[in-house]
């Protein structure tokens, strides 16, 4: 399967585990996630929880895509409008039980981090745009273009709509990946107290 055959669709209810595990394979060796679960032993199965999680808030409250048939990579959008996590949506997708499944320290690191990241996007974000909260492709099909190809639906609307995108990641090389998509960098720092490094990134509309 190439980039031009990748056939994207709407992530189910039923698909929610299966995309929490490829996410969870996906952001194995992510810098952040690393530093917030060091353990290599635990850290897959506590990222499926995570990940897991991630996922039903995106289908409960946004969007989610993925691949038709199997899942190979999910994105997921929170809408115009509905970008900022709220605690009781956190609390319906059992993301509060963090500490249990993620370890008190763990938590915390996490925590520490999405506190960092929700006061950069309240600030330079303002007004309606889309949040890409999630994007990941499972290490098999990464490099064959369905990352591009899962971002592509959100992208088109909104653009149709004259609408701006947010995203943050922590790799190195996802950012000249998200460069041919659009994006922009707002924001290159490190995480205080020996956390990773991270951009925060802006995509404005492109006419149609």
Wanted: hydrophobic letters at 40%; glycine letters at 10%.
């Amino acid at each position: 399967m190439t980039a031009a055959t990748t056939t994207i669709t709407r992530m189910t209810a039923h698909q929610i585990k299966e995309s929490g595990a490829v996410l969870a394979r996906a952001f194995y060796d992510d810098p952040l996630l690393g530093w917030v679960i060091p353990d290599d032993a635990t850290r897959l199965r506590k990222l499926e929880w995570l990940e897991t999680a991630g996922a039903k808030y995106g289908h409960r409250y946004g969007e989610v895509y993925t691949t038709a048939g199997r899942v190979e990579g999910n994105a997921v959008w929170l809408p115009p409008g509905q970008t900022k996590m709220t605690l009781s949506r956190m609390i319906a997708t059992g993301l509060p039980a963090g500490p249990l499944r993620l370890g008190l320290p763990s938590f915390l690191r996490f925590m520490k981090v999405m506190d960092v990241f929700d006061k950069l996007h309240e600030r330079d974000m303002h007004g309606p745009h889309w949040y890409l909260m999630i994007l990941g492709v499972d290490p098999p099909r990464q490099g064959q273009g369905v990352g591009g190809s899962l971002i592509q639906p959100v992208l088109a609307r909104a653009d149709e709509a004259g609408l701006p995108c947010y995203l943050e990641t922590q790799k190195t090389i996802n950012v000249p990946f998200y460069q041919r998509h659009g994006f922009d960098v707002a924001v290159e720092d490190d995480i205080a107290g020996g956390g990773p490094h991270y951009w925060t990134m802006k995509r404005l509309p492109r006419p149609r």
